[in-house]
């Protein structure tokens, strides 16, 4: 992906340019007066990769963490524990995946499967081998995905690491509209089958 540039946008409500008062004020005393929020391009301050991947995480925990809410707020015998941790992308900070739970089911033909569920700011396609994502489509909203899990040795000690001997690519299931999304893990987490009929009846 190209790389950006960000900057710090105004707040809501202010002016895009010098208003009237300020021509005003330049008609009566030949100067012109700006606040540091009557910004013109060039000097807009430019934020750095790190202050964008801070903005970016903050929101993307904020949205896990309402998300985790719902789903534990829908029944009282479908609860999911809360792990809550994202990861921006280094070539382009203002995109990043939240990690909002993490269970273990039994998923089609596959048992005790463990998985974790997922929220991006962005689409891609999840892929079979390290890179996770390919063809990153940024204009999408949101798209919710959850993974097959395994722990692995990677170095001193083991870490979970997507389970690509399930289906290749490790999806579990993948999305852009969160009710589904919301359908899906809340069945991933019913243990009976009354359970379940009682997720599969969400409109």
Partial sequence: MSKFKYYAARAKGQASGPGVAVHTNFLRTGRIV??????????RR?????EVAERTGIRLENVGKKTHERLNNFHADIKFPKVIFHKTLAAAPHLG?????ASKTDFAEYKDVSWGFYIA?????????????ERIDPNYARMYFAVAMK?????????????RDF?????LFRTAD???ALKSVLLLGAKTAELRRIVEAIG
């Fill in 34 to 43: 700006r606040s540091p929020e009557d910004w013109i391009e060039e000097e």
């Fill in 46 to 50: 430019f934020l750095t990769d790190e």
């Fill in 97 to 101: 995946y939240v990690h909002v739970t």
């Fill in 121 to 133: 700011n962005f689409w891609a396609d999840i892929t079979a081998d390290e890179h996770f994502f």
């Fill in 151 to 163: 722990r692995e040795q990677t170095g001193e000690k083991p870490q979970q690491v997507i389970n």
């Fill in 167 to 171: 289906r290749e690519n490790g999806l």
């Fill in 178 to 180: 969160p009710k589904a």
